[in-house]
């Protein structure tokens, strides 16, 4: 990959990392602030329950996306970033576009989905 388009992934990814990282700060005071409430109803206290629940799943999806972030930036720093990690064919610069911290080709997502694996 020439190093220009490697700088506009990297931003892109950076910008990216900087956006979740705000996000799952925000969860975070956001559960804390539910947990920490003075003694409640039962039913209030079972919709909050549930808003923790839904709070905790986003997240550790957003920590799961960080993690992939910082995976990608590793790439970045030893020169295999965008080489399929399945087949070792580069990864369109559309997919990278789409998705910028992807480890695998459009045709190795499609083979792991079939499979019911996470692309």
Do not use: W
């Not at 602030?33 to 997240?59: C, F, S, W």
Request: glycine fraction near 6%.
């Amino acid at each position: 990959m020439l190093p220009e388009r490697l700088q506009k992934f990297e931003s892109l990814i950076l910008k990216n990392r900087e956006h979740l990282i705000r996000s799952v700060l925000k969860i975070d005071s956001e559960i804390h602030a539910l947990v920490d409430e003075k003694p409640m109803e039962y039913n209030e206290r079972g919709l909050d329950e549930a808003a923790i629940q839904t709070l905790a799943g986003l997240d550790y999806r957003q920590r799961k996306e960080l993690s992939e972030i910082e995976q990608a930036l590793g790439r970045i720093s030893i020169g295999t970033y965008g080489i399929c990690v399945g087949c070792g064919n580069d990864i369109s610069e559309d997919r990278l576009m789409a998705l910028p911290y992807t480890k695998i080709c459009k045709f190795c997502a499609r083979k792991d989905s079939h499979r019911g694996l996470n692309a």
